[in-house]
């Protein structure tokens, strides 16, 4: 497993941003794949998650309304459209996988982070 980010950026309030994350070091993933967040002094948060098979996708109580996560098998790849972002929404997005986190929110890998910043 190697995930790959990318889509971050700058935006001001009430934008939107895709981030997209790529599974490139496996042909084809039975991983759940997904995003967790780290805002400056604060911890780790979930933001949305994803099956392999691309159902049952859910979401954190941050995100959710705001944002649509999708997954594209044939690429590996899953994206996370987040639209009228906040400030608060600034932070590190990473992207994560593994075989529980749909049910359990427990990531088993991450990638490395892409940055957004929401700022007037």
């Known amino acids: 497993v190697q995930l790959q980010a990318s889509g971050g950026g700058s935006v001001q309030p009430g934008g939107s941003l895709r981030l997209s994350c790529t599974d490139s070091?496996?042909?084809?993933?039975?991983?759940?794949m997904g995003w967790f967040r780290q805002a400056p002094g604060k911890e780790h948060e979930f933001v949305a998650a994803?099956?392999?098979?691309?159902?049952?996708?859910i979401y954190g109580s941050s995100l959710q309304g705001r944002s649509t996560i999708s997954r594209d098998n044939e690429k590996n790849t899953i994206y996370l459209q987040m639209n009228n972002l906040r400030t608060e929404d600034t932070a590190v997005y990473y992207c994560v996988s593994g075989q529980n986190l749909v049910a359990y929110r427990i990531p088993r890998y991450w990638g490395l982070g892409t940055q957004v910043t929401v700022s007037s």
């Open positions: 994803i099956k392999w098979n691309g159902e049952s996708p």
């Open positions: 070091a496996s042909q084809y993933s039975v991983n759940d």
